[in-house]
């Protein structure tokens, strides 16, 4: 493994010790690769994933061919919210996994305020 990602898992496992997600307010969790991007609603008292979603999904790879760039990860962000909303998730704690609050992460996170998510 490279350095630069045992540092990121190093803050991740930081961080989430801080976060604890539960059935009311369930911890969103964020990851980027250099094409794609996923995201994840948990609920950490169960062990549970409640809600999913990737730029890998059909919907999205018929839009954007490289997932991989700010205006797909935009597009996500609102497409995330909007599909949580409908599964009841309005209210989430953001855990951006050890990443910089910056780029695709923080484009993502923007989108998600727009479309109606709290945290």
Same mark, same amino acid.
């Given at each position: 493994m490279r350095k630069k990602e045992e540092l990121r898992l190093k803050r991740h496992k930081r961080i989430k010790m801080k976060m604890l997600g539960t059935a009311e307010k369930p911890r969103l969790v964020v990851h980027?690769?250099? &094409?794609?991007?996923?995201?994840?609603v948990l609920?950490?008292?169960?062990? =549970? %994933?409640? @809600?999913?979603?990737?730029?890998?999904?059909k919907s999205i790879k018929a839009?954007?061919?490289?997932?991989?760039?700010l205006k797909s990860s935009e597009f996500?962000? &609102?497409l995330f919210a909007q599909t949580?909303?409908?599964?009841?998730?309005? =209210? %989430?704690? @953001?855990?951006?996994?050890g990443y910089l609050y910056h780029g695709r992460i923080k484009i993502f996170a923007d989108a998600l305020r727009k479309g109606g998510m709290e945290f």
């Open positions: 980027r690769s250099l &094409q794609n991007i996923s995201a994840q609920d950490d008292t169960v062990g =549970k %994933v409640l @809600f999913s979603l990737s730029t890998k999904d839009k954007f061919a490289k997932a991989g760039n996500f962000g &609102q949580a909303k409908e599964k009841g998730f309005s =209210k %989430v704690i @953001f855990d951006r996994a």
